[in-house]
């Protein structure tokens, strides 16, 4: 007989969705879908998602552990028991912390799970205790959620249910339909009310088609194009005078500041025409309610914290956060005021060998801090929900450091990633359909609970209970190392925050998905309430700068005149960063690069071609599409590829630099700057 399970989903989306699950007597999933009765689900997935138990139940699983027989990279290992890699990896933790000082020891994880006790639980404890180098993890939204902090003072952001009321709604680097898609049906709903719905982006995707405007900006520029906006807007008299006297600080320096980005200024940093630039200034603060919908798309470039901030800006200018369906969203996992501190225990690095706080390294740098780190070197890596040897940047320097026989390599993975092929162990790991976690939202404000719907195949275990075990094996005595999965999660809900009142595990465990306990409707700033020391939207114009980011047409001129393409890399819509590269048909999507006509034609570029790309870091083969989907100077091409399956073994990130944004520590993706060239 079939039973109907509940899920979370736990890849890195804003959209969190609850899942059912179809399970016949066996235990093996047949179906999955969303839960019709989520306000944010709505009963439809994804594409990547519909799809997900032909991963769950693909051949490639990785299902016993695994220690490295082969050379680094080329991914030959032999079976071990769990037994002997914990023991193995255990005694080589505790030679390198003494020989070498417990911080030559690094975590390295991501986003891999959403779940926060999979992702950032027991295994903080862990390297907490053990004193490693703590990971300071950048590498997508750090330099976003600077910048909203910088504007805003408390990253609150407007319910994706509140789209629906909009009479003008702005994606800004914000791909909808592939990165973000239970959005969309509310935004279809404003429409249908007669909302205008208008894009900003590089590249003309999926969601920029159906748009009703596309403004092709180019890339790191979106801060030139705010100030833009700003500057007609307080010229034209068209700010919220009311709600700016009242709530903001600063509008009199603004106009200061903004006076001299005029429309035609901003045209040449943008691309974008300055007629255009003045129509959609008036609009924005005429129409209302006015929503802005941003991504983490703008924070990928060397001005990306100044970029989001001035955007967040505009909501507070034009007043847009009184009315219900208005003001601006990029995240909503701040208002989840979970008891992290106590799940992650850093208070436990005065017990480890060091006796203080670890140092910190930006997991951006990854490169850098595997060649070039010191007193001590990183003589350990562990790496779980990641695959640093595909996503980090400037991979030339990566593979050096991973290359490295001293340098003891563990994997906690489901699958044989580019990064696994370098590992010393490889540790199986659960899917998220198979163990219990805890699951928050960026993208609404429902808290979600998960018990494993599936059991688990193979000797695969959860990462919970290998950080438990690896903790026994070093001695580690703390109570804390016992705590089971539902001590943790109690321990999260125990901070006595009023948006978590009333929100307990046995409560989670009857309804699945419980929300916040938030004002209804949750309109965070209508009365002021920022999170500044003034409480006031704080405009700080003598800090609002923009120059071109170096690694841009308008930056460094012997750079461009030696590499005149802009190679923006997005995600790719139908995986999920590096999480489906394993598939064909995700290899085949990432192995493409789009370039504009104007561009492909002197370098006699045809569609289907094998171009190489190139700079002085690097150099990748993709398959080139001819089409006006980007602006002329700009290629584009999704990410992230597997490098291991492409003909010459790279990836754009061969291309990419560690050169870090303004704020926040993230990588500058999208400033990359690259030639083309047909191969014969």
């Known amino acids: 007989m079939t039973s109907t399970r509940h899920s979370v989903c736990a ?15 066996t235990g093996r999933g047949s179906r ?57 990896i255990a005694t080589r933790l505790q030679t390198t912390a003494a020989e070498f000082g417990p911080e030559a020891v690094l975590p390295y994880s991501y986003a891999g799970t959403m779940g926060i006790l999979n992702g950032a639980g027991m295994d903080r404890r862990f390297f907490h205790r053990l004193g490693a180098s703590r990971l300071d993890r950048t590498i997508c939204s750090s330099t976003g959620g600077a910048g909203l902090t910088e504007a805003l003072g408390v990253r609150y952001a407007m319910e994706p249910e509140h789209f629906r009321h909009a009479k003008l709604i702005v994606a800004w680097g914000a791909n909808i339909l592939g990165t973000n898609v239970h959005l969309w049906p509310f935004i279809v709903e404003a429409r249908r009310n007669g909302a205008k ?22 890339p790191g520029t979106d801060a030139a194009l705010a100030l833009a906006m700003m500057h007609v807007i307080i010229n034209e008299g068209l700010e919220d005078k009311q709600y700016v006297a009242d709530h903001t600080l600063g509008i009199d320096g603004l106009w200061g500041k903004v006076e001299a980005w005029n429309p035609r200024r901003a045209a040449e940093a943008t691309g974008i025409p300055a007629q255009d630039i003045v129509d959609l200034a008036r609009e924005y603060a005429t129409t209302r309610p006015a929503a802005i919908r941003v991504n983490y798309g703008v924070q990928r470039s060397e001005r990306g914290a100044m970029s989001v901030r001035t955007i967040a800006l505009l909501p507070a200018l034009v007043g847009a956060w009184r009315d219900l369906g208005g003001g601006l969203q990029l995240s909503t996992s701040a208002a989840f005021q979970l008891n992290r501190p106590a799940l992650e225990r850093a208070d436990l690095q005065l017990a480890s060998p060091l006796g203080r706080e670890a140092r910190l390294v930006n997991m951006s740098l990854l490169g850098d801090a595997l060649t070039k780190l010191d007193q001590p070197p990183v003589k350990a890596l ?72 599936l059991p688990a195949p193979g000797d695969t275990r959860p990462n919970t209970e290998v950080f438990r075990q690896l903790a026994a094996r070093m001695g580690f005595t703390e109570p804390c190392f016992q705590d089971s999965d539902d001590d943790m999660i109690r321990t999260l809900l125990s901070g006595g925050h009023p948006f978590l009142d009333g929100i307990t595990l046995e409560r989670l465990d009857a309804e699945h998905s419980v929300r916040l306990n938030l004002p209804t409707p949750f309109l965070p700033f209508a009365n002021g309430g920022f999170g500044t020391s003034s409480g006031k939207c704080e405009f700080r114009a003598e800090s609002l700068v923009y120059t071109p980011p170096i690694e841009s047409r308008a930056g460094d001129q012997d750079l461009a005149r030696r590499f005149p393409l802009e190679l923006i890399t997005p ?27 104007l561009d492909a034609a002197p370098r006699g570029i045809q569609t ?45 990130n061969m291309l990419t630099s560690q050169r870090l944004a303004d704020l926040g520590g993230s990588p500058a993706f999208y400033n990359c700057l690259v030639e083309a060239e047909r191969l014969d």
């Open 11 to 25: 890849l890195d989306c804003p959209d969190a969705c609850s899942l059912l699950i179809n399970v016949d007597e």
């Open 32 to 88: 999955l879908r969303g839960n019709p009765d989520h306000p944010i689900t709505q009963g439809f997935l994804c594409g990547k998602v519909a799809r997900y138990l032909d991963r769950e139940y693909s051949p490639q699983r990785l299902l016993a552990p695994l220690r490295r027989v082969g050379a680094k990279g080329e991914g030959r290992f032999e079976p071990i028991s769990w037994d002997a890699a914990l023991d193995l």
């Open 197 to 218: 719905f208008y894009v900003i982006d590089p590249r003309e995707n999926r969601t920029g088609k159906l748009a009703d405007r596309h403004y092709a900006i180019r």
């Open 382 to 453: 562990v790496v779980y929900n990641s695959n640093p040897a595909a996503i980090a940047p400037d991979q030339n320097t990566v593979r050096q450091g991973l290359r490295r026989e001293d340098l003891f390599t563990v994997v906690m993975e489901q699958f044989q990633t580019d990064t696994a092929d370098f590992a010393d162990v490889v540790l199986p790991s659960t899917t998220f359909l198979e163990h219990t976690d805890l699951y928050y939202a960026y993208g609404h404000h429902y808290l979600q609970l998960a018990r494993p719907a």
């Open 571 to 597: 995600k790719n819509d139908d995986s999920m960063n590096g999480t489906f590269g394993y598939k064909d048909e995700v290899d085949a999507q990432t192995a493409k690069v789009v370039i504009h006509p």
């Open 608 to 652: 289907g071609d094998q171009v190489r790309l190139r700079n002085d870091r690097g150099e990748c083969l993709l398959i080139a599409e001819v089409a006006e989907k980007v602006a002329v100077g700009v290629i584009s091409s999704p990410a992230v590829r597997w490098p291991k399956l492409s003909p010459d073994g790279n990836s754009t």
